[in-house]
DNA sequence: GTCTATAGTCGGATAGAC
DNA sequence: GTCTATCCGACTATAGAC
């Protein structure tokens, strides 16, 4: 190992604990990970993780933070384009329309069909369940630029939706998108899906944006609310 | 107490104890709940749990099983209705649309406006996303047949669509209301909501129908999917 | 910086009196 | 059937060697 490399490829026992963070939060929630799970699968002792993070909880916001990142590194070009589009003098309702139908489609796949998001996705949902003191970065920097995007949107093909109204409709529209990974254990039962698989995953993305163009074009033709 | 009294408005320490359990099992989950909160708040003694219920996990089964009643005792006709309106000869579009807005508003009207959902429906979520052995009993009494009845409403309104799109088409539909419960924090920022009030419950109620009567409209104006 | 050993805390279950 | 007292196990965090 020449000196001279400038990324090691070998990960650091910090790094390995956030990974095994994620995984093992994720999965089993605060509570219930334990940080003997977590220091295993990391490979490193117990002792490194109040080393490291000062604790359980610091480890678990710090892991909050590192996915946050990695979405914002997904999604945050998207996200800026489209709050740049809405403010745009003379607003494109077709490329309203279709950075919409892209940001969902994207959103179903990442919570749909990315092998992360099992872990990443289910810790964000703990969160909105039971906001802990991590919650605010969520927030700030996933959740609310998501939904307003999507309510900006909703404003320019729908000219005089109230911004209240708006960022409703933009929940409701989250809600056919996170119910898939929310209640992935009655999909399996009632659909008997495996994974998803990719074709599960392209035909949810396909419904979730063939209801979406159906409620665009209905609220386009109705008075705004 | 004469032994002939029939039945006795006093509580039992068994029924204050399930109470108890749906409120902080509700609130906190299952890992970090504590037995020594549910027997505070009943007023009973620890001791109590393991010998009526077995045990923490036992309690928990109970509690499960307890809300599944009242949920039963709350949508299970309105459920055998539908269930009978689909299997009828002669299949009517316009019942079957307003026996859907029906379940789908009164769905709201519990998931978000009622006193007790903050513990029943979190309770619920929560085997969603973390499914214990009680998951079977919500998923049989509960989450099939909601998901079967929407979904048996949609191929009468839509005469050629498959199974198995009606079910993914049900889930994204009940996605759209659960996600009020769910990210109720996320919404009380966004909005800045109170409660949810009765005004608010009634706005949201408003929007997720318009969003599925814009859903169907365009559905029946396409070829089936 | 990473380990071992252990301290300190807490939660669930049990034993046994009443 | 309900209580008190207590045990046991599991978890997080710390001390200190290397």
Do not use: C, W
């Not at 489609?105 to 990442?110: E, K, L, N, P, R």
């Not at 990443?120 to 605010?136: F, G, H, K, N």
């Amino acid at each position: 190992m020449a000196k001279t490399q400038i990324t090691k490829p070998k990960s650091t026992a910090k790094d390995r604990l956030l990974e095994a963070a994620v995984d093992v939060f994720g999965k089993y929630g605060f509570e219930a990970a334990t940080t003997r799970m977590i220091a295993k699968k990391a490979g490193v002792n117990i002792a490194s993780i109040p080393y490291y993070f000062n604790g359980k909880e610091g480890l678990y916001q710090a892991a909050i933070t590192y996915i946050v990142e990695k979405i914002e590194a997904k999604f945050g070009t998207a996200l800026q384009n489209m709050a740049e589009l809405a403010t745009g003098e003379n607003p494109n309702r077709e490329a309203a329309r279709s950075a919409l139908e892209n940001l969902l489609g994207g959103i179903v796949s990442f919570m749909v069909g990315s092998p992360e998001a099992p872990r990443v996705a289910r810790m964000i949902l703990r969160e909105q369940l039971d906001p802990s003191a991590a919650y605010d970065i969520i927030y700030s920097r996933v959740m609310a630029r998501v939904i307003d995007s999507i309510a900006t949107l909703l404003t320019v093909l729908m000219e005089n939706m109230s911004p209240r109204s708006a960022r409703i409709r933009a929940m409701a529209m989250m809600g056919q998108v996170t119910v898939f990974r929310v209640g992935r254990e009655t999909m399996v039962r009632m659909i008997g899906l495996e994974g998803y698989t990719q074709e599960e995953t392209d035909e949810i993305r396909r419904i979730v944006l063939e209801h979406t163009r159906g409620t665009i074009e209905s609220l386009s033709a109705r008075p705004a609310g």
